[in-house]
């Protein structure tokens, strides 16, 4: 092993074992828990939350006016979105939107760090498709989806910081190998920093060996999602044919005359992720 | 000119009905095949229904008495406190009983085929794989036992996200501070009493004016004191117009009359919906009644020689139990061979907390077939068992024979109701009279002594003039 390789693995080992520090649950993450956990939620004081935030009041914006919410009428103002979108919705906005501004950022590696976001955005918003189709609840579908590549994302973010602190770019393939080899360790202590439930905490680090999992299930409309999220940005990469001959919709029990039907909601899923 | 046969019997379903249908045949020695959709054998009964909700009953009661032992210390679920944990270890439970169920299918060398089976005519049906691919297997003899679904109504729209059925509840993420349950049959009430002890704020919303309403008047009466001591409330006589999130953080059930009641989600329990659509019946011109379910005659065949239903499909009662045993009369009405004795004798079990079951005949029952009976009755606190288990509330009723005190009816209400009613059906069936439960030795203390109490109550009022002889 080089030395720069024991560095870097030396690097990550350490900034596994100070959790806290690495990705502390965002600020407006636990106050939202807070205020969205009392009895009577005030929508005043949520749209006052959220407007201390700028990504967060544009991405609330967006998304109510998006196609696929079919407002009767345009969304003007924050508060009208609020009220339209609901705070199950603003609250998973909020998660993705702190998760891309907070987590799938990688000096230096802008492009990496923002395809595995659009990877996981796109693969919680199939999530919930597949987990409707298939008569289940769709929030644990989601967020499950929704944190998958978060493990990713972190290992991208720390191997940046080493490279910036060692001054020199380290070796591509070597850099794709670390963040593979490192990306359930870091998803895992990101998603119990968070306090995440355990299954989601469980399918989003084991969707590549799902059939393993102890939440197979879950696990597999990771599995599934992240699929299509795939085929979705990058057909070339996945072809329809290829993408519905997964055995993974074979072990969901999702037969080829219902994958069609899933994938007939493409422009939907497409609109709601702003594309 | 048909092929020769693959089978001599294919199952559509391996729920109670197409499972014990083809092990039926199976052992009169026919082969058999059932043709399932999913990887597990047991249909909705193993999946989603009967199984998965008494696991998340049995949680619910844990967290009760959890919660009365603590005595003085607040014990609270949290408000995120995912459901998925309270229902650990009921995918264990799924995955033995379809180990087991695949053995025994395997045992009796019937053939489980994975795949959607449609008919394309009554007597072949194609089989469309995981894979794509596609076969057609010929038999002479059709079983439909496809099950059913939870029944939807235009009026409100399932989501699976803020309106749920009783398939999607199971996979809730989390717990909610409030639901309002639609409906008020055997699955409305049965989730109302689970959420409501687990500490959410149920409020059970229906046309009918009382809950469970072909139940006894004394045992809905029973239900609904159990429900509001656990904080649930029923609302009776209203009808819902609609329902839908309210776009922030409530679900709003808007009734005709203008009432209206918010919670955090809305579960619709209107009963079941037989599995008929993309079965390839527009090929066929099966009856179907009005309520959607295949029309069968006692033999279990229905309007087309050769294809028979049983279980879910075929409506009421709509109980596993049921469907196993219709399952293996249509096995044997299919190959011409006599049926078992006949029993009428199919017992109810409601799993509400606290559970109700009966069997027989009812006291209403009694009195619109103006038959005369005797009714004694036992409360469990006068059982020492029940206070024993710290479950003294509740009630077993024993309906006689007025001239004969031969035993014709049973209805019990408390915990471990399910089972006890079992012994009063055995009575039933071996026609024995009400002494039978006084003369006899049982174990004590049992819930059985429940049995004896009411045996006495019934003796006593018909007069009786030794009583003294019998054991006190």
């Given at each position: 092993?080089?030395?720069?390789?024991?560095?870097?693995?030396?690097?990550?080992?350490?900034?596994?074992?100070?959790?806290?520090?690495?990705?502390?649950?965002?600020?407006?993450?636990?106050?939202?828990a807070?205020?969205?956990?009392?009895e009577?939620?005030?929508?005043?004081?949520?749209?006052?939350?959220?407007?201390?935030?700028?990504?967060?009041?544009?991405?609330?914006?967006?998304?109510?006016?998006?196609?696929a919410?079919?407002?009767?009428?345009?969304?003007?103002?924050?508060?009208?979105?609020?009220?339209?979108?609901?705070?199950a919705?603003?609250?998973?906005?909020?998660?993705?939107?702190?998760?891309?501004?907070?987590?799938?950022?990688?000096?230096?590696?802008?492009?990496?760090?923002?395809?595995?976001?659009?990877?996981?955005?796109?693969?919680?918003?199939?999530?919930?498709?597949?987990?409707?189709?298939?008569?289940?609840?769709?929030?644990?579908?989601?967020?499950?989806?929704?944190?998958?590549?978060?493990?990713?994302?972190?290992?991208?973010?720390?191997?940046?910081?080493?490279e910036?602190?060692?001054?020199?770019?380290?070796?591509?393939?070597?850099?794709?190998?670390?963040?593979?080899?490192?990306?359930?360790?870091?998803?895992?202590?990101?998603?119990?920093?968070?306090?995440?439930?355990?299954?989601?905490?469980?399918?989003?680090?084991?969707w590549?060996?799902?059939?393993?999992?102890?939440?197979?299930?879950?696990a597999?409309?990771?599995?599934?999602?992240?699929?299509?999220?795939?085929?979705?940005?990058?057909?070339?990469?996945?072809?329809?044919?290829?993408?519905?001959e997964?055995?993974?919709f074979?072990?969901?029990?999702?037969?080829?005359?219902?994958r069609?039907?899933?994938?007939?909601?493409?422009?939907?899923?497409?609109?709601?992720?702003?594309? | 000119m048909?092929p020769?046969?693959?089978?001599?019997?294919?199952?559509?379903?391996?729920g109670?009905?197409?499972?014990?249908?083809?092990?039926?045949?199976?052992?009169?020695?026919?082969?058999a095949?059932?043709?399932?959709?999913?990887?597990?054998?047991?249909g909705?009964?193993?999946?989603?229904?009967?199984?998965?909700?008494?696991?998340?009953?049995?949680?619910?009661?844990?967290?009760?008495?959890?919660?009365?032992?603590?005595?003085?210390?607040?014990?609270?679920?949290?408000?995120?406190?995912?459901?998925?944990?309270?229902?650990?270890?009921?995918?264990?439970?799924?995955?033995?009983?379809?180990?087991?169920?695949?053995?025994?299918?395997?045992?009796?060398?019937?053939?489980?085929?994975?795949?959607?089976?449609v008919?394309?005519?009554?007597?072949?049906?194609?089989?469309?794989?995981?894979?794509?691919?596609?076969?057609?297997?010929?038999?002479?003899?059709?079983?439909?036992?496809?099950?059913?679904?939870?029944?939807?109504?235009?009026?409100?729209?399932?989501?699976?996200?803020h309106?749920?059925?009783?398939?999607?509840?199971?996979?809730?993420?989390?717990?909610?501070?409030?639901?309002?349950?639609?409906?008020?049959?055997?699955?409305?009430?049965?989730?109302?009493?689970?959420?409501?002890?687990?500490?959410?704020?149920?409020?059970?919303?229906?046309?009918?004016?009382?809950?469970?309403?072909f139940?006894e008047?004394?045992?809905?009466?029973?239900?609904?004191?159990?429900?509001?001591?656990?904080?649930?409330?029923?609302?009776?006589?209203?009808?819902?117009?609609?329902?839908?999130?309210?776009?922030?953080?409530?679900?709003?059930v808007?009734a005709?009359?203008?009432?209206?009641?918010?919670?955090?989600?809305?579960?619709?329990?209107?009963?079941?919906?037989?599995?008929?659509?993309?079965?390839?019946?527009?090929?066929l011109?099966?009856?179907?009644?009005?309520?959607?379910?295949?029309e069968?005659?006692?033999?279990?065949?229905?309007?087309?020689?050769?294809?028979?239903a049983?279980?879910?499909?075929?409506?009421?009662?709509?109980?596993?139990?049921?469907?196993?045993?219709?399952g293996?009369?249509?096995?044997?009405?299919?190959?011409?061979?006599?049926?078992?004795?006949?029993?009428s004798?199919?017992?109810?079990?409601?799993?509400?907390?606290?559970?109700?079951?009966?069997?027989?005949?009812?006291?209403?029952?009694?009195?619109?077939?103006?038959?005369?009976?005797?009714?004694?009755?036992?409360?469990?606190?006068?059982?020492?068992?029940?206070?024993?288990?710290?479950?003294?509330?509740?009630?077993?009723?024993?309906?006689?024979?007025?001239?004969?005190?031969?035993?014709?009816g049973?209805?019990v209400?408390?915990?471990?109701?399910?089972?006890?009613?079992?012994l009063?059906?055995?009575?039933?069936?071996?026609?024995?009279?009400?002494?039978?439960?006084?003369?006899?030795?049982?174990?004590?203390?049992?819930?059985?002594?429940?049995?004896?109490?009411?045996?006495?109550?019934?003796l006593?009022?018909?007069?009786?003039?030794?009583?003294?002889?019998?054991?006190?």
């Open positions: 092993m080089s030395r720069e390789s024991i560095l870097a693995h030396q690097f990550l080992r350490d900034a596994l074992s100070s959790p806290q520090r690495l990705a502390p649950l965002p600020r407006i993450c636990a106050e939202l807070q205020l969205t956990a009392q009577v939620v005030d929508a005043a004081q949520l749209v006052h939350l959220v407007e201390t935030d700028v990504a967060l009041a544009g991405e609330i914006m967006r998304v109510a006016n998006s196609p919410m079919r407002p009767r009428a345009p969304v003007v103002s924050l508060r009208q979105a609020v009220s339209w979108l609901g705070v919705e603003v609250r998973n906005i909020a998660v993705a939107v702190m998760l891309h501004g907070e987590v799938f950022v990688a000096p230096g590696h802008e492009a990496q760090a923002e395809a595995l976001w659009r990877e996981a955005w796109l693969a919680g918003l199939w999530a919930k498709e597949i987990a409707r189709q298939r008569r289940k609840h769709v929030e644990s579908a989601f967020l499950a989806a929704l944190m998958h590549r978060t493990g990713a994302a972190l290992a991208l973010k720390i191997l940046a910081r080493f910036r602190e060692q001054g020199a770019a380290m070796d591509t393939a070597f850099f794709g190998a670390l963040t593979m080899e490192f990306e359930p360790a870091f998803g895992r202590l990101l998603m119990s920093a968070w306090n995440l439930p355990a299954d989601v905490q469980d399918a989003a680090t084991e590549r060996q799902y059939p393993r999992s102890p939440h197979a299930d879950l597999g409309t990771v599995n599934a999602a992240h699929l299509l999220a795939t085929h979705t940005q990058n057909p070339e990469l996945l072809d329809a044919t290829h993408l519905l997964d055995p993974v074979e072990r969901l029990g999702v037969f080829p005359d219902e069609l039907t899933l994938l007939g909601r493409r422009d939907q899923v497409l609109s709601l992720a702003g594309a | 048909l020769p046969p693959d089978f001599d019997l294919i199952c559509l379903g391996s109670p009905a197409g499972q014990k249908a083809a092990i039926q045949a199976a052992k009169a020695g026919f082969h095949a059932i043709i399932e959709r999913e990887a597990q054998v047991g909705a009964c193993l999946l989603s229904g009967t199984i998965p909700s008494k696991a998340l009953r049995e949680q619910a009661l844990r967290y009760l008495r959890t919660r009365s032992d603590a005595g003085a210390l607040e014990i609270a679920l949290r408000g995120d406190a995912p459901l998925s944990a309270l229902l650990q270890g009921v995918d264990a439970v799924i995955a033995s009983q379809d180990r087991y169920l695949k053995s025994q299918v395997a045992r009796n060398q019937v053939e489980l085929i994975r795949g959607k089976g008919l394309l005519d009554a007597q072949r049906v194609e089989v469309q794989r995981l894979d794509g691919t596609r076969a057609v297997l010929h038999a002479p003899r059709i079983i439909l036992a496809t099950g059913s679904r939870p029944r939807h109504v235009p009026a409100i729209a399932v989501d699976h996200e309106i749920v059925d009783s398939d999607s509840i199971l996979s809730l993420s989390y717990m909610p501070r409030s639901m309002t349950v639609l409906g008020s049959g055997v699955i409305a009430c049965e989730y109302a009493s689970i959420f409501a002890a687990l500490g959410c704020q149920v409020t059970l919303v229906d046309k009918a004016l009382e809950p469970l309403g139940l008047p004394e045992l809905r009466a029973g239900f609904a004191v159990a429900l509001q001591a656990l904080g649930g409330r029923y609302c009776g006589g209203v009808e819902v117009e609609r329902a839908c999130f309210d776009g922030f953080s409530q679900v709003e808007t005709k009359d203008g009432t209206s009641f918010k919670s955090d989600i809305v579960l619709a329990a209107f009963g079941r919906v037989a599995n008929l659509e993309g079965i390839g019946l527009d090929r011109d099966l009856r179907i009644s009005a309520r959607g379910y295949v069968v005659n006692p033999r279990f065949e229905t309007n087309i020689p050769g294809l028979y049983a279980g879910d499909a075929i409506g009421p009662p709509a109980l596993a139990c049921a469907a196993a045993d219709q293996r009369r249509a096995a044997l009405a299919a190959f011409g061979l006599p049926p078992p004795a006949d029993t004798l199919v017992p109810t079990g409601v799993y509400t907390i606290p559970e109700i079951a009966c069997v027989g005949l009812s006291p209403s029952e009694a009195a619109r077939r103006r038959i005369p009976i005797l009714v004694g009755r036992a409360d469990f606190r006068e059982v020492a068992r029940a206070h024993i288990a710290g479950a003294p509330a509740g009630f077993l009723t024993l309906v006689c024979d007025r001239s004969t005190c031969r035993v014709l049973v209805q209400l408390g915990e471990g109701a399910t089972d006890l009613v079992h009063g059906q055995a009575a039933i069936a071996a026609s024995a009279p009400a002494e039978f439960f006084v003369e006899q030795i049982f174990n004590f203390p049992t819930m059985t002594e429940a049995y004896r109490i009411a045996a006495f109550d019934v006593k009022q018909r007069g009786e003039a030794n009583l003294s002889a019998l054991k006190l």
